[in-house]
DNA sequence: GTTTTATCGAGAAAAAAGTATCGATATAAT
DNA sequence: ATTATATCGATACTTTTTTCTCGATAAAAC
């Protein structure tokens, strides 16, 4: 099977997803074929944009119907990297490490969280979700033992840095940062930045605009 | 006080909180003045991108000094609506509900989640982080009389559509969505989704193409 | 069997976002 | 005092992203 490494642009890659959302609820109620037209009016997306998105996946569609849905999520998850799953060390057993490492649908996008570390002598050696909470100094060890490549960070932003420095050292190759902190990370590592904040910085200012006109 | 109503791309107003971040540990720090130059460098971009971005909230700077640390947070604050709390109501007080309900930041970013609402009766009565958990029902009364209009929602996807109706229902103005479903919502009401799978998305994909070369 | 219609896919056009250039200016160095 | 330098802010330019147009095609309607 040829592998699609075709590089993509940002937008691209986050719309994707979108897509794969609306194809798994378009399964469960048993459509089997769907046009970009379709998927565009559900998102207010312009279908040629939905067309490019989907021609970078690799999946071909046939005039005057559109995709199977089936071969479309599959193609999505494919090239997302999310038919096999990664697995993935979280640090800091906090509010949102808890709730990440209780998230059962990371599953389905290729995001295996084995163990959490923390720095708290509290935390550590309870199962959060069957998950082990264990002291950061096991950490490098195991990374390299389990050939962990993704490290999650969920430490309050001034701790964020030492707990990327410590990941990668242990050889991690993928950095998801929950920190609202600006971090710095050598050549060749990948860092992704979860910032609910940007998220909630679009919310409020577009409301401020809407309530005071 | 001239008020900034200025429109600007999507793209500015969430880099605008990077630079936030970043203010914020310099004002820690004692940093008085700091250049577009600097912000630039810390985050990899484009120095006259940083000032068409400053632009926007209406900060002016000096030449050969830059901008006041102070004054420039100031603005940023206030162009995202961060200067004075919004009050939000959340439904879903699962893990994601939790973590919110317990994040102390958001203070900082212009959100005070008021209380959460949920429709499992085992959930319902407790308090998590001081904050009361009630049953759906009381919610569209309490919207009303406590002018809420920022609705979160935090329930399964193939829940998530209901609660925002209600959430609408109710008069609410805003929806900030962390659940992965297609919603449809109608015309004047904001809504923004919080679209962990998209960061990730990004990462896997760059994950895999580093992987396998 | 012919026409109509919905769609894909390729390429062109338009719009948006990002980057470079340059004069003005405020400070520091000579 | 003069020169050098770092920066802003305005404008011009480039690149990227999005949208439009159109011919080809597969199914449905007539
Ligand atoms: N809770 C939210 O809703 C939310 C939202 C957005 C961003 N965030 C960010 O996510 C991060 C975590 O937030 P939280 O609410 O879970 O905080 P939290 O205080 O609940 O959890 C932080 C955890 O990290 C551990 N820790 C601290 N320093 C450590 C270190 N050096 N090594 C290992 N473990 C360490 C602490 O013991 C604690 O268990 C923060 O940076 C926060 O800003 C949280
Ligand atoms: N946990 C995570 O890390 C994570 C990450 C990304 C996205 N999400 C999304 O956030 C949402 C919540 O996730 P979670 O892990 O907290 O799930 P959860 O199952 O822990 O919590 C869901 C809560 O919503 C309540 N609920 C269900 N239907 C409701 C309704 N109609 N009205 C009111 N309350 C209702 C449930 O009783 C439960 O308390 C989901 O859509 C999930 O996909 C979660």
């Given at each position: 099977?040829?592998q699609h490494t075709?590089v993509?642009?940002?937008?691209?890659?986050?719309?994707?997803?979108?897509?794969?959302?609306l194809?798994?609820?378009?399964?469960?109620?048993?459509?089997?074929?769907i046009?970009?037209?379709?998927?565009?009016?559900e998102?207010?997306?312009?279908?040629t944009?939905?067309?490019?998105d989907?021609?970078?996946?690799?999946?071909?569609g046939?005039?005057r119907?559109?995709?199977?849905?089936?071969g479309?999520t599959?193609k999505?998850?494919?090239?997302?990297?999310?038919?096999n799953?990664?697995?993935?060390f979280?640090?800091?057993?906090?509010?949102?490490?808890k709730?990440?490492?209780?998230?059962k649908?990371f599953?389905?996008?290729?995001?295996?969280?084995?163990?959490?570390?923390?720095k708290?002598?509290?935390?550590v050696?309870?199962k959060?979700?069957?998950?082990?909470?264990?002291?950061?100094?096991?950490?490098?060890?195991l990374?390299?033992?389990?050939h962990?490549?993704?490290?999650i960070v969920t430490?309050?932003a001034?701790?964020?840095?030492?707990?990327v420095?410590?990941?990668?050292?242990?050889?991690?190759?993928?950095?998801?940062?929950?920190a609202p902190?600006?971090?710095?990370?050598?050549?060749?590592v990948?860092?992704?930045?979860?910032?609910?904040?940007q998220?909630l910085?679009?919310?409020?200012n577009?409301?401020?605009?809407?309530?005071?006109?």
């Amino acid at each position: 099977m040829a592998q699609h490494t075709v590089v993509v642009s940002r937008s691209t890659l986050k719309r994707l997803p979108l897509y794969l959302h609306l194809l798994e609820k378009l399964q469960a109620e048993g459509v089997e074929t769907i046009s970009c037209t379709y998927i565009a009016k559900e998102f207010d997306f312009d279908p040629t944009q939905v067309r490019k998105d989907v021609e970078a996946t690799g999946e071909v569609g046939t005039a005057r119907i559109g995709f199977r849905v089936a071969g479309l999520t599959d193609k999505i998850k494919e090239f997302l990297g999310w038919n096999n799953a990664h697995d993935a060390f979280l640090i800091g057993a906090g509010n949102m490490g808890k709730a990440l490492l209780g998230y059962k649908d990371f599953e389905k996008y290729g995001l295996n969280i084995v163990a959490a570390f923390d720095k708290d002598p509290k935390k550590v050696g309870a199962k959060i979700f069957g998950k082990e909470v264990m002291p950061l100094s096991k950490m490098p060890a195991l990374v390299k033992r389990m050939h962990i490549n993704i490290g999650i960070v969920t430490v309050p932003a001034e701790h964020a840095q030492a707990a990327v420095d410590a990941l990668i050292d242990a050889g991690v190759k993928a950095i998801w940062n929950f920190a609202p902190a600006p971090l710095k990370i050598p050549e060749g590592v990948i860092l992704e930045n979860a910032r609910l904040t940007q998220s909630l910085a679009v919310l409020t200012n577009n409301l401020t605009r809407v309530l005071k006109p």
